[in-house]
């Protein structure tokens, strides 16, 4: 995998045992995003620390994003670009719009953006998000402009989902990187 991935983890950092965590540990061309506030996201701070990271690549680059992340690169492909960025893997994307499924504290990621991204993308999702409706996630794919994968049950596919290296999403990643390269 020659391309870089620029791994954006969301509320509460990934863990130990979340796939964002061993995929940074195995990918030695990954650059993991830290935030100062993984608890109280403020819109405005993670997206200044998302756009420095960016600022500095200097070569072709996914961005890997999970959860409350996702939100993030879509606020973040509104208002900046940069050439080096040539798609985004968006994974498990958190419905920030609804109260019925995401914490008070990312509301100020809302309203989703929906636009179509001006790079390649994908979102893969789990039929059993408690984090945003399926069909919702399918709605976000389609407004994106992103291909949509179902990965089945798998939660959130976070830590809880014990993924470890998540192979079916490397796979993924893959069949990603091969269309847009």
């Known amino acids: 995998m020659e391309t870089q ?24 061309n990954s650059i993991r995003v830290v ?34 992340a996702v939100s993030l690169v879509l ?24 109260p019925e499924h995401t914490p008070e504290c990312t509301r100020n990621f809302s309203p989703m953006p929906i636009y179509k991204l001006p790079f390649p993308s994908v979102v893969v999702a789990s039929e059993n998000d408690p984090y945003a409706a399926f069909e919702r996630k399918k709605y976000f794919a389609e407004k994106w402009g ?18 470890k290296y998540w192979e079916e999403g490397q796979e993924i990643l893959r069949e990603f990187l091969s269309k847009i390269n």
Not at 41 to 67: C, F, G, M, Q
Not at 151 to 161: E, P
């Open 146 to 163: 992103s291909d949509f994968v179902n990965v089945g049950k798998q939660g959130h596919i976070n830590s809880d989902s014990d993924l």
């Open 35 to 68: 935030q100062d506030n993984w608890d109280e996201p403020i819109r405005a701070e993670w997206l200044e620390r998302l756009n420095d990271y960016i600022s500095k690549l200097d070569k072709p680059t996914v961005l890997v994003a999970h959860s409350l």
């Open 5 to 28: 991935l620029l791994i954006i983890p969301g509320l509460g950092d990934s863990g130990d045992k979340h796939w964002q965590t061993f995929w940074h540990k195995k990918f030695e």
């Open 75 to 98: 606020h973040w492909a509104e208002k900046y670009n940069n050439p080096n960025i040539i798609g985004a893997f968006l994974v498990a994307p958190a419905d920030v719009d609804s």
